[in-house]
């Protein structure tokens, strides 16, 4: 287990998974990751195992009794193929895994995954999701679930603008930290104030103010989704 990368209850509870199981890797991805975490971001853990020797997520659960530590099991032969089992687009999930993680056990994370060729199809797949959660946190706001309205509203906002720059120049940026200083010369002025906005909320300096949740669905459609029916780039 690689030290000084998870705090010591973290990697107890990996521990116990190495202890009962056969990993062929596991890994630290997402914010924690990348260094570009908030008071409030959990870790995530990917765990990858060979198809029969998988366990499975009550299993994982029982044995990982705390809320901010995720854990998700892959499965090694079909992250080969450049495969995935998730509700998430595939393409920038796989290479957000492969590129953006920090390997703790096993085999290292890029050696396994298999990141098949950008596609446009991918960049539709990316928007419809981005929509899909920016609409969420609308339906969220009407059942008053403020936690789900800034989740789908940061992160809908925040990987649109991931979606963007790809459009326009091909280049993959997956931290936070970039993505508004990347993304500044692609928005328009319509839409600075939202994305400025976006940034705050997710530093967890203000709250989500309910008629900029449309304001994110417009830039989604008006900014966002033109450029990727007019961009040429393939990776």
Same mark, same amino acid.
């Given at each position: 287990?690689?030290?000084?990368?998870?705090?010591?209850?973290?990697?107890?509870?990996?521990?116990?998974?190495?202890?009962?199981?056969?990993?062929?890797?596991?890994?630290?991805?997402?914010?924690?990751?990348?260094?570009?975490?908030?008071?409030?971001?959990?870790?995530?853990?990917?765990?990858?195992?060979?198809?029969?020797?998988?366990?499975?997520?009550?299993?994982?659960?029982?044995?990982?009794?705390?809320?901010?530590?995720?854990?998700?099991?892959?499965?090694?032969?079909?992250?080969?193929?450049?495969?995935?089992?998730?509700?998430?687009?595939?393409?920038?999930?796989?290479?957000?895994?492969?590129?953006?993680?920090?390997?703790?056990?096993?085999? #290292?994370?890029?050696?396994? $995954?298999? &990141? @098949?060729? +950008?596609? /446009?199809?991918?960049? %539709?797949?990316?928007?419809?999701?981005?929509?899909?959660?920016?609409?969420?946190?609308?339906?969220?706001?009407?059942?008053?679930?403020?936690?789900?309205?800034?989740?789908?509203?940061?992160?809908?906002?925040?990987?649109?603008?991931?979606?963007?720059?790809?459009?326009?120049?091909?280049?993959?940026?997956?931290?936070?930290?970039?993505?508004?200083?990347?993304?500044?010369?692609?928005?328009?002025?319509?839409?600075?104030?939202?994305?400025?906005?976006?940034?705050?909320?997710? #530093?967890?300096?203000?709250? $989500?103010? &309910? @008629?900029? +949740?449309? /304001?994110?669905?417009? %830039?989604?459609?008006?900014?966002?989704?033109?450029?990727?029916?007019?961009?040429?780039?393939?990776?």
């Amino acid at each position: 287990m690689n030290e000084g990368i998870v705090p010591d209850y973290v990697k107890e509870v990996l521990e116990k998974i190495i202890n009962k199981s056969k990993p062929v890797s596991i890994f630290l991805y997402g914010s924690m990751s990348r260094g570009d975490f908030e008071s409030y971001s959990d870790y995530e853990i990917g765990i990858v195992y060979k198809a029969t020797d998988k366990l499975s997520r009550q299993e994982i659960k029982e044995l990982n009794k705390f809320d901010n530590v995720k854990i998700y099991p892959f499965v090694y032969e079909e992250l080969i193929k450049g495969e995935i089992d998730t509700p998430f687009p595939k393409y920038f999930y796989l290479r957000t895994i492969s590129e953006n993680s920090k390997d703790l056990f096993g085999e #290292k994370i890029g050696n396994i $995954v298999y &990141l @098949p060729k +950008l596609s /446009k199809q991918d960049l %539709f797949e990316s928007i419809g999701f981005c929509l899909g959660r920016a609409y969420s946190a609308v339906v969220s706001s009407r059942q008053n679930d403020m936690e789900a309205v800034r989740d789908g509203f940061t992160k809908s906002g925040l990987y649109g603008l991931q979606l963007l720059i790809m459009a326009n120049s091909g280049e993959f940026v997956s931290s936070y930290k970039e993505l508004a200083k990347k993304s500044e010369k692609l928005v328009t002025d319509e839409f600075k104030e939202l994305i400025e906005h976006i940034i705050e909320v997710r #530093k967890g300096s203000t709250v $989500v103010q &309910l @008629p900029l +949740l449309y /304001k994110n669905i417009s %830039f989604l459609n008006k900014i966002v989704l033109q450029a990727i029916k007019s961009s040429d780039v393939i990776i």
